[in-house]
T-cell receptor
């Protein structure tokens, strides 16, 4: 089954404690991306990657890091989480190429920073 | 700066009604306009998308209308059903060559369809 898998799905952590949210896709997609979803603000892109070792900033990259060492994985790293990073996070992937390629989203990771 | 402006924020219709969600953009370089549907506890899923070379696209009960000169596009849901109750996001993107660039989302519309 084609899917984007995120872990953990739910996490409560404390300010300053480094954490990583993993993302893996089994569709051999080149493109992967991270979004955060906040009430009233919709989905905002954090980082995206067009392929292995190629990453780019989205709208709200501050406080986040990413890496793309393998095609299937795109972890999101919060080096020193702060309460304003409490949010619902989505990883997404798609093929690149002709327009209309579907972007597949994971089921989301609820992160609370206290 | 909001790249894509979406309205209304919430919408309630009776079953069988035709909810309409509107989006507007400024960047004329955008050339791909998808709509996503999100159910509670799930990630968004692509519903329908349009390129600016057409003014309308239909897929089942869902229709996108596109007005290039006004830089607006809208989603119409014909014969709406309670199962259509979800949050809908419009989005816009620029295709760089053959790659999908950054995707800018509207803030979402929470649709409730009463039986």
């Amino acid at each position: 089954e084609a899917q984007v898998t995120q872990n953990p799905r739910y996490l409560i952590t404390v300010t300053g404690k480094k954490l990583t949210v993993t993302c893996s896709q089994n569709m051999n997609h080149e493109y992967m991306s991270w979004y955060r979803q906040d009430p009233g603000l919709g989905l905002r892109q954090i980082y995206y990657s067009m392929n292995v070792e190629v990453t780019d900033k989205g709208d709200v990259p501050e406080g986040y890091k990413v890496s793309r060492k393998e095609k299937r994985n795109f972890p999101l790293i919060l080096e020193s989480p702060s309460p304003n990073q409490t949010s619902l996070y989505f990883c997404a992937s798609s093929l690149v190429g002709t327009p209309g390629n579907t972007i597949y989203f994971g089921e989301g990771s609820w992160l609370t920073v206290v | 700066q909001q790249q894509v402006k979406q309205s209304p924020q919430s919408l309630i219709v009776q079953k069988g009604g035709i909810p309409i969600i509107n989006c507007a953009y400024e960047n004329t370089a955008f050339d791909y306009f998808p709509w996503y549907q999100q159910f509670p506890g799930k990630g968004p899923a692509l519903l329908i998308a349009i390129r600016p070379d057409v003014s309308e696209k239909k897929e089942g009960r869902f229709t996108i209308s596109f007005n290039k000169s006004a830089k607006q596009f809208s989603l119409h849901i014909m014969d709406s059903q309670p199962g259509d109750s979800a949050t809908y996001f419009c989005a816009a993107s620029i295709y760089r060559g053959s790659t999908l660039g950054r995707l800018y989302f509207g803030r979402g519309t929470q649709l409730t369809v009463w039986p």
